[in-house]
T-cell receptor, first 112, second 117 residues
Framework: DAKTTQPNSMESNEEEPVHLPCNHS???????IHWYRQLPSQGPEYVIH???SNVNNRMASLAIAEDRKSSTLILHRATLRDAAVYYC?????????????FGAGTRLTVKP | GAVVSQHPSRVICKSGTSVKIECRSL??????MFWYRQFPKQSLMLMAT?????????EQGVEKDKFLINHASLTLSTLTVTSAHPEDSSFYIC?????????????FGQGTRLTVV
């Protein structure tokens, strides 16, 4: 998997939007951008993924730069339950490299 | 979302014994399964990837004979920690994906906290 770079930590206020950045300058044409989050003492939870176009689902939005070298996960209204470690991962959409490795992620703190 | 069930959620075993952890995809066929371990305050470390119908591919530094992985069917994978020692104490997590490659998302089990005494 190509490497991703995320800030170690971020803070947000409750009910405000949060923009979590991810840099992936060595992304290849077949790499999908995946986001997962992990709450304390739980397995990770899928958030969203995309290839080129921006994506929206009930949890979040994913904004992908035109050159695909960076992306931003957007939580529209942070709640205390969104406090977690957020991981941005690149995965090859082809049938070759099939693994899924995690970086350090961003620890999001939500203040009431 | 899809459900991946991991069992047990917590286990304590004596040093030298073996422990088996099960990972089941409840409502989809898992073509690919991943096994991770996670130490406190650290990220997930990939141990091995198994594709249905193939032997597991282990990451460098992970002992195949110690961490036995069996992808028995499209809905079940097991991780057996053999001759466990205190340094094997960790949080073990499985993940399942319905297609090879990353066109679909992966779903994770709840994790198993292993304590070897």
């Amino acid at each position: 998997d190509a490497k991703t770079t995320q800030p170690n930590s971020m803070e947000s206020n409750e009910e405000e939007p949060v923009h979590l950045p991810c840099n992936h300058s060595t992304i290849s044409g077949t790499d999908y951008i995946h986001w997962y989050r992990q709450l304390p003492s739980q397995g990770p939870e899928y958030v969203i993924h995309g290839l080129t176009s921006n994506v929206n689902n009930r949890m979040a939005s994913l904004a992908i730069a035109e050159d695909r070298k960076s992306s931003t996960l957007i939580l529209h209204r942070a709640t205390l339950r969104d406090a977690a470690v957020y991981y941005c991962i690149l995965r090859d959409g082809g049938l070759g490299n099939n693994d899924m490795r995690f970086g350090a992620g961003t620890r999001l703190t939500v203040k009431p | 979302g899809a459900v991946v069930s991991q069992h047990p959620s917590r286990v304590i075993c004596k040093s030298g014994t073996s422990v088996k952890i099960e990972c089941r995809s409840l409502d989809f066929q898992a073509t690919t399964m991943f096994w991770y371990r996670q130490f406190p305050k650290q990220s997930l470390m990939l141990m091995a990837t198994s594709n249905e119908g193939s032997k597991a591919t282990y990451e460098q530094g992970v002992e195949k004979d110690k961490f036995l992985i069996n992808h028995a069917s499209l809905t079940l994978s097991t991780l057996t920690v053999t001759s466990a020692h205190p340094e094997d104490s960790s949080f073990y997590i499985c993940s399942a994906s319905s297609t090879r490659g990353s066109r679909s998302e992966a779903f994770f089990g709840q994790g198993t906290r292993l304590t070897v005494v």
